[in-house]
């Protein structure tokens, strides 16, 4: 089922399923900032408790095997609605017997969004009910039309990173066949003073993630259109670029990521997962991603 939310200015769409943005209209100009296309056929996912590919699919807790799907799996569960008013809507997953064979901890996901003057607030919460740590990962994946409302093409936009920085390195990354780290780093393509220049070639080997040595925001903008987009990614440790490789494809993710895939090779324990999050029993943590609309 689909939830409306909209003010003056905007209107956005989430699906209960995933809690995921479908839309998210300017209605002024009567144009949609959200990716919807069947090459990609999602919008803007939400990655929890993993983020990209665990190796086989799977990690350890104690030695135990567990599988896990890529990015987790509360893209494939229902939320229920919890809270509900014109401009803001409240989503929250609990964990459950079926969540417990991929993950088996106590735990609530709540998702806020709330519509402003100036765009769109999603807020994450992670609740750990559990006795013990809790390790996990979350990230956001929305998909932002490029050209935003047909203004320009793909090649004509940049990516301000803010505040800018003489270099940003990025995890090169290694398909067997899908997509890992290697573990090691290399330079963010078409990247000076601050300012990416976007092709669809620098994502020929794929996702591009960030590591956030102090980048507060990411703008998408071009001189072709006075609209744009600024992701606020201050409360995470990494920001990926990615659009689907050897498609041409006219959308650009901006994704905020607490976690990151394995490194090629061997099942990695729970609590060892590189950049995982940690909660203690009892313990909860809120995550902000503020998306400004011009």
Sequence with gaps: MMQIIENSQFQAAIDEHGSQLTHL???AGNFDYIWNNDLWPKHAPI?????GRSNDDAYLIDGKKYEMPQHGFAADYDFEVTAKQADAVTLSL?????TKNNYPFDFELTVTFTLTDKGLNVSFTVKNDSD?????SLGYHPAFNVPIANEGA???YQVDLEPAQASLDTYEIVKKPNPYRSGKLEKLPNYSNGIVELDHEMFAKGLLIIKNTGIKTVKLYSRATKHA???DVAD????TLWTKEGANAPFLCIEPFNGLPDVYGDLVELKSKEDNQHLDAKDSKSYQINIALQ
């Design 132 to 136: 013990g740590d809790l390790s996990y």
């Design 25 to 27: 209209i300017n209605k």
């Design 47 to 51: 990655l929890f408790p993993a983020i």
């Design 94 to 98: 609990h964990s459950s017997e079926a």
């Design 229 to 231: 987009v600024t992701v």
């Design 236 to 239: 995470f440790d990494h920001v």
């Design 154 to 156: 793909f090649d004509d």
